[in-house]
């Protein structure tokens, strides 16, 4: 069992910053491959990004790659979200996920969902 929790979660300007923690409890956290996904108001959940537990398989969605940056600490079971240059696009909740696939990069590959951090960037 993996427990998750995000914070770090805000309001920016366009072109700004914010990073996103979330701490994972569970004593299998390095096994599974963690995860970025986020839901904008009227749209599906879609995957952002995402790392393996060695951090040596990174993913990205397009339309992040660049601008955002996935990393983990395995102690102290942590995993952040960099995200530089935000968009008014990349308004939504952001939630935290784990899956044991190797990429994680769908809904049907988590496990385990967090709670949700919003993230609202203004123009």
């Known amino acids: 069992q993996v427990q998750l929790v995000e914070s770090g979660g805000g309001s920016v300007q366009a072109g700004g910053s914010l990073r996103l923690s979330c701490a994972a409890s569970g004593r299998t956290f390095i096994r599974y491959t963690m995860g970025w996904f986020r839901q904008a108001p009227g749209k599906e959940r879609e995957f952002v990004a995402a790392?393996?537990?060695?951090?040596?398989?990174?993913y990205y969605a397009d339309s992040v790659n660049g601008r955002f940056t996935i990393s983990r600490d395995n102690a102290p079971n942590t995993v952040y979200l960099q995200m530089n240059s935000l968009a008014s696009e990349d308004t939504a909740v952001y939630y935290c996920?784990?899956?044991?696939?190797?990429?994680?990069?769908?809904?049907?590959?988590?496990?385990?969902w967090g709670q949700g951090t919003q993230v609202t960037v203004s123009s």
């Open positions: 996920a784990a899956g044991i696939a190797r990429s994680v990069t769908t809904i049907s590959e988590v496990s385990y």
């Open positions: 790392t393996t537990w060695t951090g040596g398989n990174i």
